[in-house]
């Protein structure tokens, strides 16, 4: 059974180090996911960046404009060091109310015109887009299931945050549960299904594609923490 990390210290990351920017809706729940992978690769840097104005896509493009594209912006993307933006959103209502399309498409304008200005430079997706439906801990549910979830099951608690929490026992542990997120990959690809307009359908989401950037950089670290915490 794995327990809780101990003794372990965070390395900073190298001045070449790959840069992954992460802008989510939450204020909570996805900084801590992420802070977990934080210091466990010298060549990877991850900066989790929560809403400031607003929680919607379109408030989160504001502010990613902000902070990687302004004459004064705080951060800077190098694409040569192959350097992305990832958007975590959940579909909420933000589909209905067409504020996720827009978003998709400024990052497909991006990824063309970055290209465009740094021809020397392989081709690779800068500019990205994860969404969950319903809501981000459906990604959290699958480094525990390899099913998705039953729709019955689901409907009896308030929320499918309330749903993930009564299904995890304990609830969700940042702290030790993220080291097994390449079985969270595997299940979310497993049981990832589009609707008819290429979305991601109800118990799906695309934060696996995030995933398997990071993967890569702390694999051998994973292994190691998995060996320490029992």
């Known amino acids: 059974m794995i327990t809780r990390r101990k003794n372990y210290t965070k390395q900073a990351p190298t001045r070449d180090a790959r840069k ?3 802008f989510c809706e939450g204020v909570g729940t996805e900084p801590s996911y992420f802070s977990f992978f934080e210091g466990l690769s ?3 840097e991850i900066i989790t960046v929560p809403p400031e104005s607003g929680t919607d896509p379109l408030k989160l493009l504001e502010l990613a404009k902000s902070k990687l594209l302004d004459d004064d912006s705080r951060f800077v993307m190098d694409y040569r060091a192959n ?8 579909t909420d209502s933000w589909e209905k109310e067409g504020k996720i399309t827009p978003l998709r498409a400024f990052c497909a304008e991006n ?3 970055f290209q465009e200005k740094f021809s020397e430079v392989k081709p690779y997706s800068a500019w990205n ?12 549910y699958y480094h525990f ?3 998705c979830p039953n729709p019955d099951e689901v409907s009896s608690y308030p929320s499918f945050k309330a749903f993930v929490d009564g ?5 969700f542990d940042f702290q030790k549960d993220s080291v097994r997120v390449a079985t969270a990959v595997e299940n979310a690809k497993e049981n990832f299904k589009c609707t008819s307009d290429g979305k ?3 118990f799906s989401t695309e934060v696996y594609e995030l995933a398997e950037v990071i993967i890569p950089f702390v694999r051998q670290h994973l292994d190691r923490l998995k060996g320490k915490m029992r």
């Open 129 to 140: 887009v994860v969404q969950s439906n319903p809501s981000f801990e459906i990604w959290l």
């Open 167 to 171: 299904a995890i026992s304990g609830g």
């Open 20 to 22: 992954l920017y992460i």
């Open 200 to 202: 991601p359908g109800l």
């Open 145 to 147: 299931f390899k099913d």
């Open 111 to 113: 990824n063309t015109g």
């Open 83 to 90: 350097d992305s933006v990832w958007f975590v959103i959940d």
């Open 42 to 44: 010298t060549n990877l």
